[in-house]
């Protein structure tokens, strides 16, 4: 990185205190290692965009992985891949989804405020869903891809808007699933091509944004019905939901403020002047002011790693922000200079080589123990098998004995009668 963009950072951070708890957020140092372990394995195959050259969006990836890297860099790679068969940046751009109103009057569904943490609240009375009229006003492909257009919506403007407005970084959504209705026998092919599909790309291209889904109103027929859903859905993402009776209030409530919660649900909201609580698109990011303080902030969606890594390393420096006992030399007491940041910047690179390294080696460690506890079952059931032969012969050997001893006998008797 030049001196002129450290510069520009320096400068821009002594005049906003949003800096690194807002738009970085809090790292956990462990985590940080494998951003970078994972960054660095991107870079040197060629294989990280610029635009995706994001320290939250590859710990998402990382999570939903176990922080296993190279399963973290496949699951990335695949996402790539997707984006640009799906041509997914022009759906972000260009797709205009013209149906919109009609939709959400046989789908009720949308984003309503935030939950008391400052994340999105995303809501669907899915138990009201006319699917007969939502299939003459739509199809599929085109609400799979107002369904990306939307995702795409969140992650470049209402999680920066959240977190300006919130004062701490925010990239996951609390969503509630109103089921009242919703059965086995409601729920037709059509439905769960949808769902299936939709499941698989939060899943599979936007990981990790879900904090907390509550299902609510869910009776007997929809019980039944989860049962199938789940076989669908990743074991990290079920960890996430609660299903929940019509009993529901008092957990929602720990949950989200109830000015934030629609009257429907047990929430003091009616949005009157806006023909009701789910077709407004309520939130921080509908403000004007928000969102152009949002883009200052964040500029394209959240920093890039190596304006990341520069901006924890410039606050190193005495003026970004207010001191703490990790930020200040504890003997000299000085500002730290540029080549001791640069130097900082090379001994983080060997590290995370020698951090990518040690995990690639453990994980292929980990494959050698157990192609070696495979051998030793395969050796085990041969040994087995061995013996089980062996038996056999033997069995095999006193049967020809009887039968040969039995053929001698009636021979004798044969000829002692015939003389």
């Known amino acids: 990185m030049s001196f002129r963009s450290i510069e520009q950072l320096l400068r821009r ?15 956990d ?34 999570r939903m992985r176990g922080f296993n890297i190279l399963k973290a860099k496949e699951m990335f790679l695949n996402m ?29 569904h949308g984003f309503h405020g935030v939950d008391k943490f400052g994340r999105p609240l995303y809501i669907e009375r899915i138990g009201l869903v006319d699917l007969s009229k939502l299939m003459q006003v739509t199809n599929i492909d085109r609400y799979v891809k107002y369904h990306i257009s939307e995702q795409e919506k969140t992650m470049s403007l209402r999680y920066p808007s959240c977190s300006l407005v919130a004062k701490k970084h925010i990239a996951s959504t609390t969503a509630i699933l109103d089921v009242k209705g919703l059965g086995m026998n409601n729920f037709s092919k059509s439905a769960r091509e949808m769902f299936i599909e939709i499941q698989k790309i939060d899943s599979n291209y936007y990981p990790e944004t879900l904090n907390q889904l509550y299902i609510i109103n869910a009776g007997t027929g929809f019980r039944a019905l989860w049962k199938v859903l789940k076989a669908f859905m990743e074991a990290r993402t079920l960890a996430k939901i609660q299903v929940l009776g019509t009993n529901y209030l008092n957990t929602l409530l720990e949950a989200v403020d109830p000015s934030n919660l629609p009257d429907f649900l047990g929430g003091t909201c009616t949005c009157p002047a806006t023909g009701g609580c789910l077709l407004q698109d309520k939130g921080p990011w ?34 970004c922000q207010e001191p703490s006992a990790k930020q200040i030399d504890s003997t000299s007491r000085r500002k730290r200079t540029l080549a001791m940041l640069l130097k900082d910047d090379q001994d983080g690179t060997d590290a995370s080589e020698n951090i990518l390294r040690k ?21 085990k059931t041969l040994q087995t098998l061995i013996c089980k032969q062996q038996e056999l012969t033997s069995h095999l050997e006193q049967l020809r004995k009887i039968l040969w001893d039995g053929t001698n006998s009636d021979k004798k008797a044969n000829i002692q009668n015939s003389k």
Do not use: M
């Not at 951070?13 to 790292?27: A, F, M, Q, Y």
């Not at 969102?291 to 005495?318: D, H, P």
């Open 13 to 27: 951070n002594s005049k906003t205190k949003i800096s690194r708890n807002i738009v970085d957020g809090v790292h």
């Open 29 to 62: 140092q462990k985590e940080e290692q494998c951003v970078q372990s994972l960054r660095e394995l991107l870079l040197a195959s060629n294989q990280l965009p610029e635009k995706f050259d994001d320290y939250y969006l590859l710990l998402r990836f990382l």
């Open 80 to 108: 790539l891949k997707w984006r640009e068969d799906c041509s997914v940046d022009a759906i972000a751009n260009d797709f205009k989804y013209e149906e919109y109103d009609a939709v959400k009057r046989c789908y009720p």
């Open 286 to 319: 509908t403000d004007p002011e928000t969102v152009r303080a949002s883009k200052a902030a964040f500029g394209k969606g959240q920093k890039s790693f190596n304006e990341l890594t520069a901006t924890i390393a410039c606050e190193s420096f005495i003026g």
């Open 359 to 379: 995990q690639v080696d453990e994980q292929i460690s980990e494959k050698i123990r157990e192609l070696e506890d495979c051998a030793a079952q395969t050796k």
